[in-house]
């Protein structure tokens, strides 16, 4: 069996990223790091960890938070069931951060990756990490096909990263296998010249490195059309606040109308007010592609909106954590 431990540890030796949570063993700043950057590339979620440990520097701060306020604080940041989560497991820790294993997993939001990581990472307890650069680098220095995706690969990988684990540096191990899949051996162009695992890789000696790892399914992409109504009256507008079952769930938008299509949209309570359209804009995310719009009108003060709808002054929107989408065609409403 090789051993990729060794080489690994002395890569990471040398050339580990300088991050700031990097100077710490507290489990609970660790954790924070974990979630915020899950799918999030680091520059991005940088900021976002320095904002969380100054604003909530322990569990119970955090525990006692609004969760609109959590989720102000994450806004821009995306896939925003981590910050609910984030706060929920914060409720449930009691004020401490537990010290095991199966503690840590029980918290909401925490799966087997982010387990490993805190436990590996704050306290040295020998479970291997797998997560998208772990598979890469396996799949490619062993040269192993099995679909990542599937559950005999989860399997298999998952054997496979627990046996190269150094026991005794948990810890620099797995972040030292992370941070070479996301420097050394990238998902396009690896650095297989002067790579330290050049002489053990199958896929190096194969050429077909960027043939792996291997995955079983196409994400399935849906297209939606999102239209936004900024409707003014006065000196006030209206907000909405988004409900469990879609994205956003507890986020704050404007007036919303989807249509299965570019269409037009027709709305009952507008009663025939003319829609002034400020913009288009194309918004991806992971399983979706949204197309959204936004359109200006004036209200009458006569005009009641359905009871759903938040009237607030237009000076407190930035009080709200709104999407980003929405956030970005705001700032065409200006424009016009
Ligand atoms: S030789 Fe290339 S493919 Fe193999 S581990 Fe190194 S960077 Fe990755």
New binding site residues.
């Given amino acids: 069996m090789k051993n990729i431990s060794t080489p690994l540890l002395n890569w990471y030796s040398h050339y580990k990223r300088d991050l700031p949570w990097r100077h710490t063993k507290d489990p609970y700043k660790i954790w924070l790091c974990e979630i915020i950057m899950q799918q999030t590339r680091v520059a991005q979620g940088l900021a976002y960890y320095n904002k969380f440990v100054e604003r909530f520097p322990s569990p119970s701060a955090l525990a006692k938070a609004s969760e609109d306020e959590v989720l102000k604080l994450w806004q821009g940041l995306g896939y925003y069931s981590r910050a609910r989560n984030l706060h929920a497991a914060a409720k449930s820790m009691k004020g401490k951060f537990p010290s095991t294993y199966e503690g840590v997993r029980a918290l909401k939001g925490v799966g087997d990756y982010t387990a490993a990581a805190i436990c590996s990472i704050a306290y040295n307890m020998p479970y291997a990490v797998v997560d998208g650069n772990v598979y ?2 396996l799949s ?2 062993f040269g192993i096909d099995t679909p990542i995706d599937s559950t005999e690969g989860k399997k298999q990988f998952a054997q496979l990263a627990q046996e190269q684990l150094d026991q005794k540096h948990a810890s620099d191990y797995n972040q030292a296998i992370m941070d ?2 996301a420097t ?3 998902p396009q162009t ?3 010249a002067g ?4 002489k053990q ?4 000696r194969d050429n077909r ?1 960027e043939e ?1 790892p291997v995955k079983e399914k196409k994400t399935k992409i849906s297209t939606r059309y999102f239209h936004y109504i900024y409707a003014v009256q006065g000196d006030f507008i209206y907000l909405h606040k988004r409900g469990a079952g879609d994205i956003w769930q507890n986020l704050y938008e404007l007036p919303l109308i989807e249509t299965p299509t570019e269409e037009k949209p027709k709305v009952a309570w507008l009663k025939g007010a003319k829609l002034a359209e400020a913009g288009t804009l194309k918004h991806v995310l992971s399983h979706q592609v949204i197309y959204g719009t936004i359109y200006k009108v004036q209200l009458p003060p006569s005009v009641k909106l359905p009871s759903e709808f938040i009237k607030i002054k237009s000076a407190d929107l930035k009080k709200y954590a709104i999407p980003r989408l929405v956030q970005k065609l705001l700032a065409n409403i200006k424009k016009i």
């Fill in positions: 890469r680098v490619r220095v070479f899949g050394v051996c990238t690896p650095q297989c790579c330290p695992l050049s890789c199958i896929a190096r490195a792996l």
